[in-house]
C-alpha cells in the first residue's frame, strides 16, 4: 500500500502514535474519570470534555500561526510533543483537585494544538511534488490507518493498568460502584443492602464490608488512581512519539515548508489571484461548517455513546461476542485476514513467490494464535465500556485498505468521487450509525426515569448494537476526516496551508464545543429523541453540501 510513496509519510504516522494513544485514552477514559473521581454529573462531566476536546483542535490556529510566521512547522512540532506529555505527566498524579486537572487537560490540549494541524500540513505538502500529487487522497487514508494502530491499543491499556490498581488496592472493578460511592459520601439515599452486597462481590478479601463509608472513599481513590496510572502510560507513547520524530525527521523536511516557486525538485505552485484566494477560502469554509455537526455527532463515541455502552449495554458477553473486546484476539484473525488476502492475490496477479510465502505463514501462525486465544476465554466474560473505544481505530484499520481499494478502482474507471462528494456520502453514513442507536434504544427506559443509575441487567441490549454502531460511524470517518484534510492541503493557498489546516481542526474544534448538548439531552430525554437529533443534524449537512458541490468540486479541480 506504500508503494510509490515517499518516505516521510511512514514517519509521520508513527511519530503521530503517541497523540492518537493519548487520544483515545482520553476517549476512552476522561468522562468515566471525572465522574469516577468527582461524582459530577454527566452534564456538568459532558461540559468539561466538550471543552477539552474544543481547546484540543482551538489551539491549532496558534500552532498554525506560530509555524507559518514563527519557528517554522518542524520546531512546532517538538514543542507539541514536549507539552503534550507534560499534561498527561500531570493528569497523572493522584489525589490533583478538578482545577489542576482541568489545568492538565488544557496542558495537552495546548501541545496537542501545536502539533496536529503542522504534521498534517507536514504530509501534505510532502504532495506537493508531482510525482507524489496523484497519490493525496490514499496518502491521507493510509496516514489516518497508521495513526489509528496506536490507537487501537489504548481502551485495553487504560482499561487494564486500572483493573490492575484495583486489584493491588483489594478491589475488583464495578462500574456501577463509584456513582453510588458518591452518593453514599454526599449523603443521598442508598439501598443499603443492595450496596452492601456490590461491595463484598468488589472486595477481593473474604472478610465482609463492615463500613460502608470507609469503603466508598477507599474504593473512589483506588479506582480513580487505575485511571491516573492510565493516562501516565500516554505520557510515556508520547516520549517515544518524541524520540520517533527526532531520530527521522530528515524524511519530513521536504515537507517543513510550503513551497511557492518552481524549482529543479519538480514543486510548482502558481501565484494566486486574490478572487482566486477568496474562491478558495469560501470553499475551505463551506466543508468547514458542515464538518461541524459531523463531529459533534462522532465524538459521542466518548460521551454518549459511552454512557450508553455503560448503562444500557450488557455487561458480560459469552465468547462469540466477547472476541470483538480482546484486542489479542482481534489482531491475529486480522493478520490471518491479511495472510489470506496476500494468497489469494498471489494467485490471481502472479505477485511474487515471497508473497505466498508470508501470506502462508500469517494465515497459519496468526490464525492458530488467534483460534488459541479465542478457546481459552470463559463461558461468560466481563464487558466494560472502555473497550467500546478500540472498535473505532480497529476498524479504521481493517477498513481502509478496502475504501482506499475501492476507490482506486473506481479513480481507474474514471468513478471516483471527488473529496466533497464524499464528505456529503460520510454525512449521510454517519446518520445511519445514529439510526442504529435510535432503534436499540425504542424500548428502553430515558436516563432520567432511571435517576442517573444504570439499567438493570435485563433491560440491558447486546454489545452487537454498539458494534454495529462503531462499524458504521467508523466507515463514514473514512469517506470524511482523511478527506477533509486531504481537501485543505490541496485547496488551502500556499502560504496558508499550516492557518489552513487549523482551520479545519477549529471546525472539529466548534463541533466538540458542541457535545455538551448530548449529555444535557441524555439527562432530560427520551433515547430515541436524542439519536434522532443527531439523525437530523447529520442529513441536514449532506443536503448543504450537496447543494453547494458543484462550487466545491470546482475549487478542487483547479487546485
Known sequence: MLKGHPKGLLVAFFANMGERFGFYTMMAILVLFLQAKFGLSGTNAGWIYSTF????????????????????MGKTITLGILIMGGGYLLVAIPGLGLIPVCIGLFTIALGNGLFKGNLQAVVGNLYEDKKYAHLRDSAFSLFYMGINIGALFAPTAALEIKDYILKTQGYLSDNALPKLCHTLIDGGSVDTATFTEMANKATISAEPVTDLTQFANDYINAFSTGYNYAFGFAAVMMAISLVVYFAFNKYLKPGFEAFSTDNSDGHAVPELSKAEVKERLIALGLVFGVCIFFWMSFHQNGLTLTFFARDYTATSAAANTYFWFDIWILLPFFGAAVGAYMIVNFLKNHTPAKDLILGTALLAGLGYLGYYQYMRLAPTNPVSPETFLHLNPFFIVSLTPVVVGIFAALNKRNMEPSAPRKIGYGMIIT????????AASLNLDSPATLNQVAAPEEMRVTPYWMISVYFTLTIAELFLSP????????????????????????????GNALLGIGSFLWERIELYYLWAFFIVCCILSAIFIFSVMKRLERVTKNA
Open 53 to 72: 476536546y474544543a481547546a484540543i483542535y482551538l489551539l491549532s490556529v496558534v500552532g498554525g500561526i506560530m509555524a507559518d510566521r514563527f519557528i517554522g
Open 431 to 438: 446518520a445511519v450509525g445514529f439510526a442504529i442507536l435510535l
Open 483 to 510: 478527506m477533509g484534510i486531504s481537501f485543505v492541503s490541496k485547496v488551502a493557498p500556499p502560504n496558508m496551508k499550516g492557518t489552513m489546516q487549523a482551520g479545519w481542526l477549529c471546525a472539529t474544534a466548534a
